[in-house]
């Protein structure tokens, strides 16, 4: 099992920065990647970014691209969310989730490629 919490959510104003963390425990030696994903009221749940924990290649979805950056601290099994020039549209609860075992695909945005997932952590932008 891996537990994952995330922390670092907030209320901030549009064009603000904020950073989430998600702290992985457990069996994460064999995690290999992580993601964030969100979901904004009376909406599905949509992919935001993810990383590989070896190499660290990443991958975003459009509407954040140019603004967020994922990354990883190994050290810590630490996965970061940072967000720039957040917008009202950005306001969601984001999801950490972690993938244990191989994954031969390159496609990271779906939800059901993820084994663990967090509780979630609240965004809102005011505009």
């Known amino acids: 099992q891996v537990q994952l919490v995330e922390s670092g959510g907030g209320l901030v104003q549009a064009g603000d920065s904020l950073r989430l963390s998600c702290a992985a425990s457990g069996r994460t030696f064999s995690t290999y990647a992580m993601g964030w994903f969100r979901q904004a009221p009376g909406k599905e749940r949509e992919f935001v970014a993810a990383?590989?924990?070896?190499?660290?290649?990443?991958y975003y979805a459009d509407s954040v691209k140019g603004r967020f950056t994922i990354s990883r601290d190994n050290a810590k099994t630490t996965v970061y969310l940072q967000m720039n020039s957040l917008k009202p549209e950005d306001t969601a609860v984001y999801y950490c989730?972690?993938?244990?075992?191989?994954?031969?695909?390159?496609?990271?945005?779906?939800?059901?490629?993820?084994?663990?997932w967090g509780q979630g952590t609240q965004v809102t932008v005011s505009s």
């Open positions: 989730a972690s993938r244990s075992g191989y994954y031969s695909g390159r496609d990271y945005s779906a939800d059901e490629l993820y084994n663990y």
């Open positions: 990383i590989r924990w070896g190499g660290g290649r990443t």
